[in-house]
C-alpha cells in the first residue's frame, strides 16, 4: 500500500458520524448496580423528546466498577453540546441518592467503524 493510498478516504474510514456526550459518574459504593439499571431504564426516555437523541450507552469501568461512562449519541455537533442532560432537574433528582460525584463531561465526534456494525446492529438503551 502506497502513502497515497493510505491517506485516501475509504468506505470504512467514511463511517457513519454521529456525535457523543460523554457524562462520568462516580456511582456510591453500594449503588452500582442500581444506577446502571436506572441509567439504562430511565434516561433514554427523559432524552427520547430532544433534537437528534439518537440512543445512550452505559460503560462500568473493569477496573474502577464504581466509575460509570455514559454515551448519549446525538446527529449534530451542536445537539451534542447544547443538551447538558446531567444538569437537568430530572436527570438529578432521579440518581442524586446512587452517586458521589459527576467526574467530568465532555462532547466527541463519533464514527461507527468496526466491521460488519451497522448502526441497527447496536443495542443502546
Not at 437528534?52 to 464504581?66: I, Q
Not at 451542536?78 to 458521589?100: G, H, K, L, Q
Request: hydrophobic share 40%; charged share 25%; aromatic share 4%.
Amino acid at each position: 500500500m502506497t502513502a497515497r493510498q493510505a491517506t485516501e478516504p475509504t468506505l470504512r474510514t467514511l463511517a457513519p458520524k454521529l456525535n457523543a456526550q460523554a457524562v462520568e459518574l462516580i456511582a456510591r459504593a453500594d449503588n452500582v448496580g442500581e444506577l446502571r439499571a436506572c441509567i439504562c431504564e430511565h434516561l433514554a426516555d427523559l432524552l427520547q423528546g430532544k433534537s437528534g437523541f439518537e440512543g445512550v450507552f452505559v460503560m462500568a469501568s473493569h477496573k474502577e466498577p464504581r466509575r460509570l461512562l455514559i454515551l448519549s449519541l446525538w446527529k449534530t455537533q451542536r445537539e451534542a453540546t447544547e443538551n447538558p442532560w446531567e444538569s437537568e432537574p430530572a436527570f438529578r433528582e432521579m440518581v442524586a441518592p446512587m452517586v458521589d460525584v459527576c467526574a467530568r463531561v465532555n462532547t466527541y465526534e463519533t464514527l461507527l467503524c468496526s466491521a460488519g456494525m451497522a448502526k441497527k446492529e447496536l443495542r443502546l438503551c
